[in-house]
């Protein structure tokens, strides 16, 4: 089994967290699966094409770091497997970052990529694995049936299957993948824009430990299920951080664009004990979103409980 030349140096944020800051844990080279957070962002990344808000100008002047859309990488070391949860507009950096963290750049292309729906940011990257790029080979690409037949049925996607570059495998809800010995993955049903696809968000599992991802859905209470009881029966939840509160678009009704407001979710989760809140890790950021360039709007999540994703997070699993 061969590990990163520079696995020493990882680090990985745990779950748990104090009212105040994150724990920090030395990377530990006997995990043999992991997950590493490779994006964070909403569908447009940051900085956002088009705007011209204080924002975006942060990035353009230097003051901050561009962040790439939400994407996972699964690892199992032990099988020498590597998974994609979403295929984004940035998958080819995206791709390279999994492969030099995990030491298998021999990989042409991932094991397995698992797709939540058919947004732009977490399906497009798809096309990198077509004939003008990597001509993959039969890339196994794990879908949902609305999604799976919008990829057979058009355009440019049509082609990745006809020319065999991916090969589709159908996704039931509440039906789990058994990807590695150790490592299986459950996709479920959640509430949100469906022009095209269903949503869905990914329990992933190894051993005992449970990692709930849910990176898009409208308000949570059109789901069925009750988030802070999905919470309670995990052991990390990376949840939809889109916006932070009402009023953060402008020109824009933010009921066209439904989604749990950080302080909505925080409230829901008000009552539990530390060790729920500290479970709570808030990805999918858009650009607005001050979490991403106000300090003052990070502390105030930190202070309450919850945790921030970062790109290069690392989870033991």
Not at 81 to 94: G, S, V
């Amino acid at each position: 089994m061969r590990f990163p030349k520079f696995v020493g140096l990882l680090l990985f944020y745990c779950c748990a967290c104090t009212a105040n800051k994150q724990h920090v844990s030395v990377f530990n080279p006997k995990d043999d699966c992991y997950l590493i957070v490779l994006g964070i962002t909403q569908d447009g990344g940051y900085p956002h094409a088009g705007c011209q808000r204080e924002c975006c100008r942060l990035v353009f002047s230097g003051k901050q770091q561009p962040k790439l859309p939400v994407c996972l990488g699964l690892v199992d070391r032990r099988a020498g497997k590597m998974f994609l949860i979403e295929a984004t507009p940035a998958f080819a950096e995206q791709w390279r970052r999994l492969q030099q963290t995990a030491d298998m750049q021999e990989k042409r292309a991932p094991d397995g990529i698992f797709l939540t729906h058919a947004h732009i940011g977490h399906y497009t990257g798809l096309m990198q694995l077509g004939r003008e790029v990597m001509g993959a080979k039969n890339a196994p690409v794990w879908a949902m049936p609305r999604m799976e037949k919008f990829l057979r049925e058009n355009g440019p996607w049509s082609q990745l299957v006809s020319l065999q570059n991916i090969d589709l495998h159908s996704l039931r809800a509440d039906s789990t993948v058994q990807l590695t010995e150790n490592l299986r993955i459950t996709p479920f049903l959640v509430p949100h824009r469906d022009e095209f696809s269903e949503t869905v968000g990914y329990r992933i599992e190894c051993r005992n430990k449970k990692v709930l991802f849910i990176p898009d859905i409208d308000k949570w209470e059109k789901w069925p299920r009750d988030i802070v009881e999905q919470v309670r029966s995990a052991d990390c939840a990376l949840l939809d951080a889109t916006f932070f509160k009402d009023g953060e678009l402008t020109g824009r009704a933010m009921k066209e664009v439904p989604h749990p407001f950080v302080e909505e979710t925080m409230r829901r989760f008000a009552l539990e004990p530390a060790a729920e809140k500290n479970k709570v890790t808030f990805i999918h950021l858009n650009h607005t979103n001050p979490l991403l360039w106000e300090e003052q709007a990070r502390k105030e999540v930190l202070k309450a409980g919850f945790s921030l994703a970062k790109e290069g997070m690392v989870i033991g699993l």
